[in-house]
């Protein structure tokens, strides 16, 4: 505990007078009670606050004010809002109670503040605090949308004071956000806070790449500015002369689109070519409408250069669900460079920039109040979460399905258009219409023609469902959809089955028993889930009701010796459980698996490793270790994998930091990695490719996958490899094979 230095006292009044200025500004407080309304939760806020400092060394209440500011400031929301960001860490960190808040504010304010509280209390020992968590944060969706938002802000602060947090924490803090803050922000139409979450997310985890395309950006700076000026000077004149009010400005992408690029392309900075778009946002005039106009400064730009004919997207006709408009081209510059230009008006610019909270100001100005895509949206997580699954990660990865990036527009039989994410199946659309419809789909036609459930669907495509009333659920559909809707929908009916089959396959079991004169105890369960191979009851119950283990051959197993195999299924469930031999078990599914992992461990008593199936790391590749809590093995993932970033926001205390994991140059061990080739086809290409491969370097594949059509030859092939050192001088050399265009390694993340 401290008393404010007067150090203290005059920071925390700047950020108050800049709080102050910044509401000023956003014309938030139209009475003076308003203005009292927030100071008094700034008073609160200091004086709960006082004797606390943040790691960074400030004192506390500063971070509650930067977060106010970023609500009011950088996404426009209210007075409420900003009151329920000077108080999100009242409850959680200090003596203060909801109730306390409901009485001094409001029960609204209360009821926000507490969706932005931490979860507190034990938690389930296979279930993750964090994940649950999240789910609290976001079950507020159903109630209030900002809790959200303000969420976002709080994340962005601390993203920005990320510095000051050790290594294994940031590893932690920016894995959460990449997984789930990210989406959330494009989502809610945060275009501006997305990047930089990105950014920062990017400088903490890799800060050599960062730096490294930072470096180059600001070196081709001068000549990436007289480029724009050359191609922005004939437009200028164009508009001018048309009389448009209008601010024409270049976006460089950012740092993290550049690396994502490049590390999904595996191209080096230099053949990244978009590398910046040109926006045009302009001032609309009462007459004609705001999208004739958007198309009369298109035809102006495309005056002067020649449009990419497949690179038009009209975003105004037909918005993105997250509520963003705006005409996109490609077109031919100046010496031959393909350049993007948006159009939008000023309306559109500030929505796109600051979501949500614009969306909905624009959208209160307006007469008309249909239900635009944001809205379709947000009913529908609302509708997902009210029946929310019973595991946290379950819940989180559902919701996630919902936080999709890319849409495309499926149009019914009717030419009804619904929304859908980018890889939508016909299964995904079937219950998109309507569950019942979705849980009876057999097919559909598309456009016309026949097509099974698994087909993937295309923007514009027509789709007629066909239903049969004899079709029901399978396990196998949700590794179809991609949809939350679907995919919970699916969930529940499989829970509702499994449920019904336990019970009828208890009842089953105890007729067949008695048929025998044996009576169901544990002895007997314990000796059938090892016959069957079943990991707990229910696991039994529920095969013998749908079916798929049969008791025909009851008499025989209860008669066999199985004595040993019960042991070994029995020690490797529950070890130390001998005295329950008597009695009825009670097996859960998630919490029996044994720790065993003492046999499989060096006996050097050095840790298991088992490399990751998903991201295949080989020595030379920075990784990170996640802690198997069912096996206690460590499985190594890439740095930059993908499941490595959910498992890190979902179990940031399992998660080994990239400096305590180094490669052994002692074992000489082949890891698998796998490379794509692409070139001009020519006789012996094959051969010589194999001789490099097999011959020069002495490596051994595992397999090869060539085809080649019209001249062209592309392929993959698997091979064992002891470094990333050695993979990378073996694709140096393939690249000098002749007609060898492109070579590549895969990368699953």
């Given at each position: 505990?401290?008393?404010?230095s007067?150090?203290?006292e ?8 800049e709080?102050e200025?910044a ?11 308003d203005?009292q309304?927030?100071k008094r939760a700034?008073?609160?806020?200091k ?10 060394g ?14 009011v400031?950088?996404?426009?929301l209210?007075k ?7 108080l ?17 504010f ?11 509280t931490?979860?507190s209390?034990?938690f389930n020992a ?5 994940a649950?968590?999240?789910r609290?944060v976001?079950l ?12 976002i ?27 789930l ?10 275009h501006a806070?997305k ?7 990017m400088m903490?985890?890799f800060p ?10 600001d070196?081709?700076e001068?000549?990436r500015?007289a480029?724009?000026?050359k ?7 164009v508009?001018?002369r ?10 460089v992408?950012?740092?993290y689109?550049?690396?994502n ?11 990244v070519?978009d ?6 946002v ?12 958007c198309?009369?400064?298109y035809?102006?730009?495309t005056?002067?250069?020649k449009?990419h ?7 105004i ?6 509520g ?7 077109v031919?510059?100046?010496d ?9 008006t000023?309306?559109?610019?500030d ?10 100001k624009?959208?209160?100005?307006s007469i008309a109040q ?10 529908k ?5 009210n029946?929310?699954?019973e595991?946290a ?7 996630k ?24 199946t016909?299964?995904?659309?079937a ?5 019942k419809?979705?849980?009876?789909a057999i097919?559909?036609?598309?456009n016309?023609?026949?097509?099974p459930?698994?087909a993937?669907l295309?923007s514009g495509d ?20 991609i ?9 529940d009916?499989?829970?509702?089955e499994?449920?019904d089959n ?5 009842q089953?079991l ?7 004169n044996v ?23 529920s ?12 008499e ?11 042991l ?6 529950l ?6 031999e008597?009695?009825?078990?009670d097996?859960?599914d ?10 499989e ?5 050095e ?8 991201c295949?790391?080989?020595p ?5 270790g ?8 460590i499985?190594?993932h890439?740095?930059?994998?993908d499941?490595?970033?959910?498992l ?16 052994s ?11 794509e080739i ?13 001789k ?11 397999a ?6 019209d ?10 490899v ?28």
């Open positions: 505990m401290f008393e404010y007067p150090a203290d005059l920071l925390i009044e700047e950020k108050w007078r709080l200025e509401c000023r500004k956003a014309k938030v407080c139209r009475r003076e009670d203005w309304f927030i700034f008073f609160l806020a004086e709960a606050h006082k004797g606390v400092r943040r790691r960074s400030e004192p506390y209440v500063i971070h509650p004010i930067e977060v106010a500011l970023i609500a400031r950088e996404i426009g209210g409420k809002s900003i009151v329920a960001a000077l999100h860490d009242v409850v959680e960190d200090t003596e203060y109670t909801l109730e306390d808040i409901s009485r001094i409001t029960p609204k304010i209360a009821s926000m503040v507490d969706g932005l931490k979860m209390g034990v296979d279930s993750s605090e964090q649950e968590y999240f609290k976001l507020t969706l159903s109630d209030d949308v900002r809790v959200i938002i303000i969420k802000a709080d994340r962005l602060h601390n993203m920005r004071t990320l510095g000051a947090m050790p290594h294994h924490k940031q590893i932690k803090i920016t894995s959460e956000t990449i997984y803050f990210v989406p959330l922000a494009h989502r809610l139409g945060l806070i990047s930089e979450l990105e950014n920062l997310c903490y985890r050599e790449e960062y730096e490294e395309i930072k470096r180059k950006i070196e081709t001068t000549e500015q480029y724009i000026e191609f922005m000077k004939p437009i200028r004149e508009l001018d048309n009389k448009f009010q209008y601010e024409m400005t270049a976006r992408k950012s740092i689109s550049i690396w690029k490049m590390r999904r392309k595996q191209i080096p900075f230099e053949e070519y590398l910046f778009a040109i926006r045009i302009f001032k609309t005039l009462p007459f004609p409408s705001e999208k004739t106009q198309w009369q400064i035809s102006c730009v005056d002067i250069y449009p004919p497949d690179r038009l997207r009209d975003w006709s037909m918005p993105k669900s997250n963003y408009e705006a005409l996109h081209s490609t031919m510059g100046p031959g460079i393909w350049v993007e230009v948006q159009v939008r000023e309306r559109m610019d929505i796109a920039e600051r979501g949500f909270a614009a969306h909905w624009y959208k209160h100005q249909e239900e635009d895509g944001l809205d379709k949206w947000l009913r997580v609302r509708d997902a979460l029946s929310p699954t595991s990660h379950e819940f989180l990865d559902n919701f399905l919902s936080l999709y990036k890319s849409d495309i527009v499926v149009f019914t039989p009717k030419g009804e258009a619904h929304s859908m994410p980018y890889g939508a016909v299964l995904d659309f219950y998109e219409i309507h569950s419809i979705g849980n009876h097919g559909a036609k598309v016309h023609r026949i097509q459930v698994t993937r295309n027509q789709v007629e469902i066909i239903t049969a009333e004899s079709a029901k659920p399978k396990p196998e559909w949700l590794d179809i959809v949809t939350s809707k679907a995919r919970q929908t699916i969930q009916y499989l829970k509702g499994r449920i336990i019970e009828y396959g208890l089953h105890e007729e067949s028993l008695a048929e025998h009576t169901l105890n544990g002895r007997v369960l314990r000796k059938l889930m090892a016959a069957y191979e079943c990991r707990n009851k229910d696991e039994l119950y095969k013998i009701g749908a079916g798929i283990i049969s008791l025909e051959n009851l025989q197993l209860l008669k066999e010796n199985s004595s040993r195999k019960i070994k299924f029995w020690k490797l469930l070890p130390g459980s001998e005295d329950q008597d009695g009825d078990l097996i859960d998630e919490a029996t698996t044994l720790d065993d992992t003492a046999a461990q060096p006996q050097d008593g840790p298991h490793f088992e490399m990751a199936s998903c295949e790391p080989i030379g590749d920075r990784v990170v996640y802690r198997d809590p069912q096996s206690g093995h499985i190594v890439k740095s930059s994998c499941t490595l970033i959910k890190a926001a979902q179990y940031g205390d399992r998660i080994i930091k990239e400096q305590d994991m180094k490669w140059q002692q074992k000489a061990v082949s890891y698998l990695a796998s490379v692409y070139g001009i086809d020519r006789p012996s290409i094959i051969l010589d490719l194999t490099v491969i097999t011959a020069d370097f002495s490596i051994n594949m595992r090869i996958s060539v085809q080649s059509h001249g062209i030859f592309e392929g993959t092939i698997s091979l064992y002891q470094d990333i050192v050695s993979l990378n001088l073996l694709l140096d050399n393939i690249r000098k094979i002749k007609g060898i265009e492109r070579v590549k390694r895969l990368i699953n993340e």
